[in-house]
């Protein structure tokens, strides 16, 4: 389903507080694909996802303080505070409880070398996964 910019607040702000928050890049593929997982695999209910580029997207970044012209890292708002890059990544990974074990390797790695890895893979996304002029989950 393609959702047209003006959709996104409708479709996405669906919430409660007990979710945790994931900003991400509606119209990344690789974000897409990566939300559409976590969609089937995490445990209903425990995430709100925010395309960055929703009103709702644009206030989060605003408020913590993030640029609110590109997204170039996964933001997890929960409890505990904001995680970005390999960090926010694994955090989230962390929550499923079939991906505890792989977010615990995962940690095993140092950050640096973790988040050269997560920032290549950023920086290139488009390039290798393609980019849609809207978020194309079905979230409904």
């Not at 996964?74 to 962390?94: A, E």
């Not at 079939?98 to 290139?124: E, G, H, M, T």
Request: charged share 25%; hydrophobic share 35%; aromatic share 12%.
């Amino acid at each position: 389903m393609k959702v047209r910019e003006s959709d996104y607040d409708s479709i996405f702000m669906k919430t409660t507080h007990n979710q945790d928050l994931i900003i991400f890049d509606g119209e990344c593929n690789l974000c897409n694909g990566v939300v559409g997982w976590l969609l089937k695999y995490a445990p209903k209910h425990l995430f709100q996802f925010v395309p960055f580029q929703s009103k709702e997207g644009q206030r989060l970044l605003m408020d913590y303080g993030f640029p609110t012209n590109q997204l170039d890292t996964v933001i997890l708002i929960d409890r505990n505070g904001v995680k970005t890059h390999s960090d926010g990544f694994i955090k989230i990974i962390s929550k499923i409880p079939k991906w505890k074990k792989v977010s615990k390797l995962l940690c095993a790695v140092p950050r640096s070398f973790r988040d050269f890895i997560y920032k290549k893979a950023s920086k290139n996304r488009v390039k290798w996964f393609g980019n849609s002029a809207s978020c194309r989950i079905d979230f409904g």
